[in-house]
């Protein structure tokens, strides 16, 4: 599975990596939030090195749908029904910041993006209430929204209510990271890609470890997602989600003439699951296609339908609405949602203010992902607090209030129930097990632990289905084919690479039949 966005880029440029080196500031992650950072700090002056585990945008940000608004699904009527209209207007206030520099930057560097109007609407006449809670917290955050009916807007999709709001843009994130790292290459920027960091430590300077050795900082910024130390517990803070989307052409008709606008739907039931769309061009051939997305659940619980049928259901329901439509690249992307709903951002617990984080975008990491490195540069310069934007002040001091804390019990609840259920369901199945057909994956019980038995590519791998991260047993999902944790959103692939997640490690690799288990024992003898 492969973006549209990620589909025939080439690999940016690394530099060769220097055991030792010593820069003012050293950014782990190259999405948007770690690259953004990185070229902000450059611009001031500084020594900046961006080290990523993968490649460019290889995650959340290669991944997005691409829409850059402050409309944001049923985001802020969520965060006003926990919070203050204060903070409400603060989180605008940052996404605006983000969204106007992200543009801005676009406009410098020849980024191409297209202005739309941004739609938050319901598929049903059950979904109107969920429009309306939109619609006033939108107005209460001060944004120019208004509402419409299927009768003022002819789609040929389900369209019952929704709230407008002009002037938002869509546009391709990879095109600006390519720009990113152009800019900060250009400014004396070191870029290392397949650098995993293994750990920090908040010394002085700060020392980030990687299999290919040590850098050194004045700060570190872990840019990764969710942060990749336990430090804070901000794994328990957050929750893993991961969205799915496909991209088509119409063979029969302009995707711009029967989707006018970004659409995402809220209000939706567990059974009809959400809906998200948009058009894009195709930055090989320059083919307008049709974007469609949704179907977002919690990492490693899928629930009744399994990864793989929430893509066939998107497919079905553009077949649907959309006759004739050639599908060309299917994807999936990972994101964190933050228990009290607003993203964290700035100094980690006991980093000695020398190391940051930024984690909780919510899907929204195109706004809210700029909005956090504006707010990094800030408080990593030292930029005088009354200098600084309203917002910052706001959401550095905000509150946890009773629902925050009932909506992480919950979670943790969710957690605790899964890790049980996962160690009671490996016990159903004993090691050997019958070879997975291609593309499956099975966990079964060796000598009292969980063992992954997966076919992809015709190999047939056997690893701990234990995830490295904190004990919970991965789930297998058949749509990326990759192993899930469902406690706290690690993954890795059939053969136990890790992807993403709080876990630092790879999965062990485990002999799969007797015979490779006498070999392994035979191995093990010979050693010295």
Same mark, same amino acid.
């Given at each position: 599975m492969t973006s549209l966005w990620l589909d025939g880029r080439t690999a940016a440029p690394s530099t060769p990596f220097v055991d030792g080196a010593v820069y003012d500031d050293v950014i782990v992650g190259a999405g948007l939030t770690g690259l953004t950072t990185a070229v902000m700090l450059a611009r001031a002056g500084r020594r900046v090195v961006v080290l990523e585990a993968l490649g460019i945008g290889a995650l959340a940000t290669g991944n997005t749908t691409g829409k850059v608004s402050l409309l944001q699904g049923s985001r802020l009527s969520t965060i006003r029904s926990h919070h203050s209209r204060r903070l409400l207007r603060a989180y605008v206030e940052s996404n605006r910041d983000g969204q106007e520099w992200l543009l801005g930057f676009a406009d410098e560097s020849g980024v191409p993006y297209e202005q739309r109007t941004a739609y938050s609407y319901s598929q049903h006449d059950g979904g109107a209430s969920a429009v309306d809670d939109e619609y006033r917290a939108a107005r209460q955050a001060g944004l120019d929204v208004s509402l419409v009916s299927g009768r003022d807007l002819e789609t040929t999709f389900p369209f019952a209510f929704g709230v407008a709001l002009p002037g938002q843009a869509q546009l391709d994130a990879m095109d600006v990271l390519e720009a990113l790292v152009r800019e900060f290459l250009a400014l004396g920027g070191v870029l290392h890609t397949g650098a995993r960091v293994t750990s920090v430590r908040a010394s002085k300077p700060v020392r980030v470890t990687t299999p290919l050795g040590a850098v050194f900082g004045r700060t570190a910024v872990l840019a990764t $997602? +969710?942060?990749? =130390?336990? !430090? /804070? =517990?901000?794994? $328990?803070?957050? +929750? /893993? =989600? !991961?969205?799915y989307a496909l991209a088509f052409e119409l063979p029969d008709a302009r995707p711009a003439d029967l989707v006018d606008g970004m659409f995402l739907s809220v209000g939706d039931s567990a059974e009809s699951g959400s809906r998200s769309l948009r058009t894009a061009t195709r930055a090989t051939d320059g083919q307008e296609l049709l974007v469609v997305g949704g179907n977002g659940h919690t990492v490693g619980r899928p629930g009744a339908k399994s990864e793989a049928e929430r893509l066939d259901q998107l497919r079905a329901w553009t077949g649907l609405f959309f006759p004739g439509a050639v599908e060309t690249n299917a994807w999936s992307a990972q994101d964190y949602e933050s228990h009290n709903l607003i993203p964290f951002v700035g100094a980690l617990p006991r980093g000695r203010g020398r190391v940051y984080l930024a984690t909780g975008y919510a899907k929204w990491g195109l706004t809210n992902g700029v909005a956090a490195a504006l707010r990094l540069r800030s408080e990593i310069l030292g930029e005088p607090r009354r200098e600084r934007a309203h917002w910052h002040r706001v959401l550095g001091t905000r509150v946890t209030r009773p629902a925050d804390l009932g909506k992480g019990a919950v979670a943790g609840a969710e957690v605790g129930a899964e890790a049980v259920a996962g160690w009671w369901q490996a016990e159903t199945? @004993? @090691?050997? @097990?019958? !070879?997975p057909a291609e593309g499956a994956g099975v966990v079964a019980r060796s000598k009292g632990r969980p063992v992954g038995v997966s076919t992809v590519g015709g190999t047939t791998c056997a690893v701990s289905a234990v995830c490295p991260h904190l004990g919970g047993v991965l789930e297998w999902n058949d749509a990326e084919r990759s192993w899930d944790c469902p406690l706290h959103a690690s993954r890795f692939t059939a053969s136990g690479t890790r992807i993403e997640g709080p876990a630092l490690s790879d999965l062990e690799q485990l002999p799969r039949t007797p015979a490779e288990r006498r070999a392994a024992r035979r191995t093990a003898r010979t050693r010295p």
């Open positions: $997602a +969710t942060p990749i =130390l336990d !430090r /804070g =517990l901000y794994f $328990a803070k957050t +929750t /893993g =989600l !991961r969205s199945r @004993v @090691v050997p @097990v019958p !070879r």
